[in-house]
């Protein structure tokens, strides 16, 4: 019997080798079997009462995953030597979720104590939000550890920002070992979700320093569009980032892109800036079956971003702060 479970453990290393990475969906097979039905439960009974979180808690892991890895370094509070990702443009009033974390570690530090990573609870988190909101399911390769620091530089440096150019975007999802099908299939995580005022302001007044509107933006939306988003104020209102279905996870985010019905300028240039994406994205306005599948292998390769496994890192008992 042990001889066998060891074998196992073996044939498991050698996959997980020959796959370049060293996560599984296993890994919590024997130390915490109820850990992903611990994960899910709690987030479907907050999306129950709050549609909204699905999507903040997908966006969560890949705010993780693009600034030193998935090591829930996004998690961490500032103290000690630590600055906390958590004020960074990116995330500043805007990253959200995270009491939800808390939720999850405590149901699971109560079962299994100190076993299942805080990065492992994002990544888990945001395959449950993606299947409540409709979209697709992949078996989540586990195994992650929690980082011992934090890079609010990385925050600010590696995530996208909204106005940045289609190369700059490219490019930063190359350095995380993305190519062009990954920026455009988990772009449609924009399907879900919401942005504020301050994220397209820019298209809507003065996109290029001409005083005119982006007019790769529709202009009856953009019209519709100001009286809440005006030149100044209102940075902090919010708009579904897609008004045809805002919470259900769907293709209806490119079906958007073709008529010009992009929020933010990152989503519109898929559809302008590059023949390969505009044609990934006529596909998957036609495809919605397509998408999914593209957006489960893409979710799973930004999962694998350098995570910390082995003795690397550490399980948090409290996902906010390392263990003291
Ligand atoms: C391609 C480059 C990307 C850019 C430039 C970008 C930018 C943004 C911006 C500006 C917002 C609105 C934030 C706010 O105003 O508060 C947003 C929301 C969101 N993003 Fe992205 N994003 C990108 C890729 C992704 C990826 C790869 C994912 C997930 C895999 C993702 C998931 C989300 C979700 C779900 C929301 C809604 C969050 C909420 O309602 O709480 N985004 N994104
Ligand atoms: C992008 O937005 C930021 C923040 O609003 C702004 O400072 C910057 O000038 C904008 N960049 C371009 C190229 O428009
Ligand atoms: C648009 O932006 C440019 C450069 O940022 C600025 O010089 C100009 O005054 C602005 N125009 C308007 C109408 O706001």
Redesign the pocket.
């Known amino acids: 019997m042990t001889h066998s479970i060891t074998m196992f453990m073996v044939l498991i290393s050698i996959l997980a080798l020959a796959n370049g990475s060293y996560l599984y969906p296993q890994f919590y097979d024997r130390s915490c079997p109820q850990a992903k039905q611990i994960v899910q439960s709690v987030v479907a009974k907050v999306v129950a009462k709050e549609a909204?979180?699905?999507?903040?808690l997908?966006?969560l892991?890949?705010h993780d995953c693009f600034v030193k890895g998935c090591d829930a370094s996004i998690l961490l509070d500032s103290g000690g030597s630590i600055i906390s990702e958590k004020g960074s443009v990116?995330n500043r009033?805007?990253?959200?979720?995270f009491e939800v974390v808390d939720q999850i570690k405590a149901a699971l530090e109560k079962v299994c104590p100190q076993t299942v990573s805080c990065a492992d609870i994002l990544a888990l988190a945001?395959r449950d939000s993606t299947v409540l909101a409709g979209g697709p399911n992949w078996e989540v390769p586990l195994g992650r550890r929690d980082s011992l620091g934090a890079s609010l530089s990385g925050s600010n440096q590696n995530?996208?920002?909204?106005n940045?150019t289609f190369q700059t975007?490219l490019t930063?999802?190359k350095l995380k070992g993305l190519d062009i099908v990954d920026?455009v299939a988990?772009?449609g995580?924009?399907t879900?979700?919401?942005?504020?005022c301050?994220?397209?302001r820019q298209r809507l007044y003065n996109n290029s320093g001409n005083g005119q509107p982006d007019l790769s933006l529709d202009q009856s939306y953009a019209a519709k569009l100001r009286p809440n988003c005006p030149r100044s104020g209102g940075d902090q209102n919010?708009f579904f980032?897609d008004p045809v279905s805002p919470r259900k996870f769907d293709n209806s985010y490119y079906k958007n892109l073709i008529v010009s019905k992009g929020l933010?300028s990152?989503d519109e240039i898929l559809f302008t800036q590059n023949q390969q994406t505009m044609q990934l994205v006529k596909q998957y306005a036609a495809n919605q079956e397509l998408f999914f599948q593209q957006f489960a292998k893409?979710?799973i390769k930004?999962g694998n971003i350098t995570p910390l496994t082995g003795k690397r890192g550490q399980i948090r008992k409290i996902c906010r702060k390392v263990n003291g």
């Open positions: 909204h979180m699905a999507a903040s997908l966006r892991h890949f990116p009033n805007s990253a959200r979720g945001a995530i996208p920002a909204p940045n975007i930063k999802f920026f988990l772009s995580s924009h879900i979700g919401n942005a504020r301050t994220s397209f919010l980032l933010l990152s893409s979710m930004m």
